[in-house]
């Protein structure tokens, strides 16, 4: 296509592009209007716009379009280890695809309450979550909000095993929901709550060169 669309939106925006047609061709005057603004409003709502990732490889770019809501030191919810959770705020206007934040493997996804029994800490309560593994052997956990509503998530291609481009689309999640990030001790968090951040293209922070140093200084020189 032309304009650039997430693939779970193009049935939507086909349906009603041909309604459109239809209706004009009828000589529906004003049913046809609304159904052109509606074909409109579906492409800006499914619209994917092509995000190039920033340069450094360590750098964790933020997963949704939106607002740094907090910063807090807490514990990653599937290695219990200190770790750095940023959370933010999916905007209600921004587009609604979710992208890597870093080049990782998938070791583990938890869905409480629809994929699994419950939830492996209290913390991904209504959560879908994922347990990522970069090639260093550094963990950090990316977790999304599924009990908002209104709600779609297409995240169903994302199983554990499977690779996940740095920065690259995962699937789509709407509408306004909240995301976290947890980054292990000697991370270094480049944001701060308030502030926007676009996905695939905003860098929340930097991974240290392995988990087990925890070495703050190397994260911020491979991110200068």
Known sequence: MLFPLA???RLFVIIA???TVITLLVGEAELGLFMVILTVALMGLFRNVR????APALGVIAPA?????SITETRDPFTKKPAVCIRLRQRRLGEYNVHAPQEAEIRERVWPGKETDEAPDAQLEGRLAYALETDEGTRLTLALSVDHWPRMVRMQNNVPGNRLGRGKRMGFAGFGGTFEVWLPVGAQVMVEPGQR?????????GLPESEATGDDESAAEVLQ
């Open 65 to 69: 379009d939106g607002t740094i809501e």
């Open 51 to 54: 995000r190039k990732a920033p």
């Open 17 to 19: 592009a041909w309604m």
């Open 7 to 9: 693939p779970e939106g």
């Open 197 to 205: 951040v676009l996905a695939g293209s905003a860098l929340l922070g």
